[in-house]
């Protein structure tokens, strides 16, 4: 399937039904699966015979959507978690542990930020977080000794700042550690970071990929590129004898291609058991189906909305990096030639006050903690998921008191602009 264009694998990539077999894949909604002897079980637990047991490991119909993401990112591997949350603590955590440290963007989705920050740190993981922009003498002041990854987000949510994946992937593999970057906000229609020197990609899938706010989700896909038995060391994990899976070395068992995966599987879906659904899993394979017609949608209506929004009188500030003369602009045209997202940030003039009064007045965006979804929702941080902060720690987080996040939909555009005067005029 790899060999067919982005669009094709979105519909075909990971299930090619057999003579008589149904066309969609089936929904397994199955806890468990049947032997006829302990033997034959036995030998799936050794991973001496490749087969279904329990769907907290592994289940088909979670396969197969995994399969089509990892031939979307052009991967070697890939496995679905329950929430992008999931994925980006076990992509991190199936190579850092207690005493080890993370090199990380600071522009990264708050949740993200917080399970770093506070969560992991809690486990003994220190993380030192650099701004997206820093020069590389900066990069290269952050690494330490125990440093096992460096972490960013292609497009920050909700910063939107553009990673120069090039720029963390060379500074990484100077430091023999792989770059980790999640791919949520382009996806792979408008970014492919294995292509930029990135080596393992997490997704939460409940964005774009999905689309339309059936399911919340996750993905991370092996590029099968890090050469972790070069670094038996400080990859151990990866290099030498699990003893809590049957003695197996997960680089020499499954390869560069596999090892990364099969050992997040067998350790942490084993131990956290954060699985999707498979419901879920079927729900987010139709969503990637039309996932290239969404993509393309979504960044031109918002940049129709980013170039309104900019000549507007009672706008005060606009960040969208297709726009041209945005701060990220070249890095997005270099990385993200055919478009980034679909988020729109901006200040309304008046500060707190005249974003709550523009919120009100919208009557089509549906004010929603959600973002990159087919229908146009919006939300204000300082009085949302920031709340809690005053205007000086909000400032320090990097959001401003005016600062309107707008998941532009795929809804006509005509109607969107007019939605978005009509608030602007009541302010
Ligand atoms: N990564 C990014 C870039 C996000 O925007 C989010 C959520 O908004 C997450 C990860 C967390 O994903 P989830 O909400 O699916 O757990």
């Known amino acids: 399937m790899s060999d067919y264009k982005i669009s094709t694998n979105c519909l075909h990539a990971g299930y090619r039904p057999e003579n008589g077999q149904p066309r969609n894949f089936p929904i397994v909604q199955s806890t468990t699966f049947r032997y006829e002897t302990s033997e034959a079980m036995g030998k799936l637990f050794d991973l001496e015979a490749s087969g279904y047991f329990y769907t907290r490991l592994q289940n088909p119909t979670n396969d197969y959507t995994a399969a089509k993401i990892c031939a979307l990112e052009g991967g070697t591997a890939a496995m679905l978690t329950s929430s992008g949350q999931a994925a980006n603590f076990y992509a991190v955590f199936n190579i850092a542990s207690c005493g080890d440290h993370v090199v990380a963007s600071s522009a990264i989705y708050g949740g993200t930020y917080n399970l770093f920050a506070v969560t992991m740190k809690r486990m003994g993981i220190e993380f030192t977080f650099v701004e997206p922009d820093c020069s590389e003498a900066e990069l290269e002041a952050a690494f330490r000794p125990n440093t096992k990854a460096v972490f960013g987000e292609t497009v920050a949510n909700p910063a939107l700042s553009v990673l120069d994946i090039e720029k963390f992937a060379n500074a990484a593999h100077a430091h023999g550690v792989p770059l980790i ?53 400080k990859f151990a994990g990866l290099c030498t004898p699990d003893e809590s899976y049957h003695g197996v070395t997960y680089t020499e068992r499954f390869g560069l291609e596999g090892a990364f995966i099969t050992k997040c599987t067998a350790q942490l879906m084993r131990d956290f058991g954060a699985i999707p659904a498979p419901m879920n899993a079927y729900l987010l394979n139709v969503g990637l189906e039309t996932l290239p017609l969404r993509m393309a949608k979504h960044c031109e209506n918002a940049l129709a909305v980013a170039k309104f929004l900019k000549d507007h009188p009672k706008v005060a500030w606009v960040r969208f990096p297709g726009l041209e003369g945005d701060s990220q602009y070249e890095l997005a045209k270099k990385y993200m030639p055919n ?21 009100a007045g919208l009557t089509l965006a549906s004010i929603a903690t959600h973002v990159a979804d087919a229908k146009t929702c919006v939300l204000h941080p300082a009085s949302a998921t920031h709340r809690q902060m005053n205007d000086a720690e909000l400032a320090a987080a990097g959001i401003s008191p005016d600062l309107v996040r707008f998941s532009v939909g795929i809804e006509d555009v005509r109607d969107l602009i007019a939605d978005i005067e009509n608030a602007l005029s009541a302010v």
């Open 181 to 233: 970057v999640d791919n949520t906000f382009p996806t792979p229609i408008n970014c492919r970071p294995f292509e930029w020197g990135a080596d393992i990609v997490t997704h939460s899938t409940t964005k774009y990929m999905d689309g339309h706010a059936n399911a919340v989700g996750g993905a991370i896909v092996d590029s099968g590129k890090f050469d972790w038995a070069k670094y038996p060391d």
């Open 339 to 359: 478009g980034t997202c679909g988020v729109v940030s901006f200040g309304v003039k008046g500060g707190r006050k005249a974003a709550e009064t523009f919120m």
